[in-house]
């Protein structure tokens, strides 16, 4: 989780590079942010390695060209995580692969996973890793931003381009799908 | 929204393989983006090309200029001075990047624009200069346009950096708060 002081740690890191052009400063932000940044990438590429380096790449070369423009360094997980987005789109619509691979994801109108009521606990992480990828890719998206734990449901919203509700209505069903698969698996829950 | 537990991103990440190999790669072309490392005929090429520039404007061309220096024009003067003076701060960074072997592409590339924006400024006040003395509107107008762009930009640039520069001291001094306060937080070490 990222504690206040990670937080402040990247903001002055980003204002290092803003005021004086620290190389050093935005190095050692990208290499605070690469495992997380290609975590996400990866479940946006349907974990195509080759795709999720690729992407990963042009995230951090947008980022090395954008990040003067960060007015508010407070916001840099929220931007980040839309730069690896945005790349991870544009690599999709470059590959004409823009029709998202639903094959083999589970949808949610064929569950009847259980309610909100049991969450995933760190028991549960090695099998969410890998139910993740038999989720859909908006269903992928969402809970992977959640699970990560670096922004709010207002800034995943933000991050994906549509209202907060819609995150939260698209994570209520994403971990209903989450929870009928790890059934499914045998995996404890619900 | 129910809480995960806090270390949950953090296992997730943990969980996913990353070829340590690639991700130098990477790193090392986010470095070559940064800055351009220069090979060592290059650097010799820097500073012998920015020493050639100093010798240039402060020595040869004002050596050629200092016998008719008294027949021309203040805007020609001005212009003389201007470039010289520019082409001279262009030549000192050369030297300085071939010295270190570097070029940062925005420290760098910051430090060339800062003088073409000198340069613009020093021509914006000799031209109203001149105007004003041969009562010539349209210089004055050219040079007024140039000295209050070039004005409104370097207030602008100054007041940024006054504002990051204040912004990076709240924020040092927030930092020790924050490590202060996680290690009062952790829970005390037995002996």
Redesign the interface.
Known sequence: ?R???DA??D??LV???????D?AA??EL??RW???L??YI?RLVDDDEQDA?DV??QT??LV??KL?TLREPRRLPAWLYAVARNSAMAHRRSNAAADARTDGAVEVEELTGPD?AA????DD??A??AALAKLSVSHREVLTL?????LS?EEIAGVIGVPAGTV?SR?HYAKRAMRAILQREGVGHG | ?????????????A??E?DPM??EQ??E???A???LKLSRPMRWANVLGGVAMLVFCLVFVPLIVAGRWADQGFLARAFTVIALGGLAMIGAILIDVGRRGVY?R??HG?MHIGVAFLMCLGLGMALVHTGWSSADGQMVFAGTVLLVLGGAIFVMHVLE?YH??T??KL??L??RL??L??RLERPPQRE
Request: no cysteine; charged share 35%; glycine share 2%.
């Open positions: 989780l504690t206040p002081r402040i740690y903001e002055l204002l290092r590079w803003r005021q004086a052009g190389r935005v190095e990208l290499r690469d495992r997380r290609l975590y990866r380096w990963l790449q951090f070369l090395v060209r003067h909100d969450e995933f606990s760190s992480v090695e969410v890793h959640l699970f990560l734990q670096d449901v939260k994570a | 929204m129910a809480e995960l537990p806090q270390d949950f991103g953090d296992r997730l990440v969980r996913e990353v690639r991700l990477l790193r072309q986010v470095a983006v940064l800055e940062e925005r420290r910051a950096q990051l520069a912004k990076r924020l040092e927030e930092l924050a490590e306060a996680e």
